[in-house]
């Protein structure tokens, strides 16, 4: 926590406002229901709890325009972090919206590798298939690719062409 709150050249209304602010900080409200809060361990530190223990309206403090800026300021400087856990239900709660978020990332994580190992399959397919169209390419080497299977072009005559016929 930070250190006591400065006072010199406040309003009187301010000061109250400030005053409260430093009973909070310490956890000595003088507010009862905000008194047993603190022996709880679920008091907060926002701008309703601190007007409530100065007996003031929330407005004066509460928002962006309000009409004293310097404890709206010291009130966000002290606020309690929104995480910090005050009961065992609302840790659950917390844990529970944890291990939801945890499993949905899961989830979609498992989904992108299904994907990427569904692609990779894709590639290594086409690349085996190419690999095998070089090899043929290869074995081909020069050879004209009218050429008929088992024969060379030099033997190509005329009765070979002729083997197969012609329908009249």
């Known amino acids: 926590m930070q250190g006591p709150i400065e006072h010199s050249a406040l309003r009187p209304i301010e000061q109250e406002l400030m005053e409260a602010l430093q009973r909070l900080v310490d956890r000595r409200p003088q507010d009862p229901d905000l008194a047993r809060k603190a022996q709880r361990g ?13 007996g003031r309206s929330r407005t004066l403090v509460s928002h962006e325009r309000c009409a004293y800026p310097r404890v709206r300021a ?3 400087n002290y606020r309690n972090p929104p995480n910090q856990a005050t009961s065992m239900a609302e840790i659950n709660r917390r844990l529970r919206g944890e291990n939801a ?34 090899r043929r390419r ?31």
């Open 42 to 54: 679920t008091l907060k530190i926002n701008a309703s709890t601190v007007a409530k223990e100065a």
């Open 74 to 76: 010291a009130i966000l």
């Open 138 to 168: 290869e074995q081909r080497g020069n050879r004209d690719p009218n050429e008929i299977a088992g024969v060379r072009p030099d033997q190509v005559t005329p009765t070979i062409l002729n083997l197969v016929p012609r329908s009249e």
């Open 101 to 134: 978020e945890l499993r949905r990332s899961i989830k979609l994580a498992r989904e992108a590798m299904a994907a990427m190992v569904r692609r990779m399959e894709r590639v290594k397919n086409e690349a085996d298939r190419e690999v095998l169209a070089a």
